[in-house]
């Protein structure tokens, strides 16, 4: 399976990474089953990780940079590249979703990473509930951390 990454479910991975504690179980997992599967995030996801490690956790850039091949290189992570993707991110389609599904603030950016996914015919892996279950009618190959791991 092609499995994209949004910032939510890696993020508690590189947080640990950060204050030198122990793996999370689902980098734990992620890496346990990565020869079944094929890894991707975008640059969007990149940048959403490095603000958070600087912003929550004052992390420089060059850890952050450091943090981030770490990660990419343990899970065979490719990364697209949004602004090269072939595939438009349509800001109008994005109004359109959320005028038609009741939709909480900070949505936006999920909604982008579906419509990576999507352009790409990859299973979004999210721990947004809002994300899986009222955007699901525009995607359906949305799954959660849980069920992954009983399909793994």
Known sequence: M???????????SFEKQAKNLPATKVSTFLYNIKARHEYFVSNLTKAETFR???????VDSKDCRI??????????????LIEEDEHKISFEYIAKM?????????IIINLIHLIVAK???????TGDKVLKKRF?????????????????
Request: glycine share 4%; net charge negative; hydrophobic share 35%.
């Open 52 to 58: 958070k490690l600087h912003n929550d956790l004052g």
């Open 2 to 12: 092609q499995i994209y990454f949004d910032t939510g479910i890696i993020y508690p």
């Open 98 to 106: 959320v005028s038609e599904r009741p939709a909480p603030k900070g």
């Open 119 to 125: 352009n790409n015919e990859l299973t979004v892996l």
């Open 67 to 80: 943090l981030w091949k770490s990660f990419a290189e343990s899970l065979d992570v490719r990364e697209i």
């Open 136 to 152: 699901q009618v525009y995607y359906t190959n949305v799954m959660a951390y849980e069920d992954l791991r009983k399909i793994s």
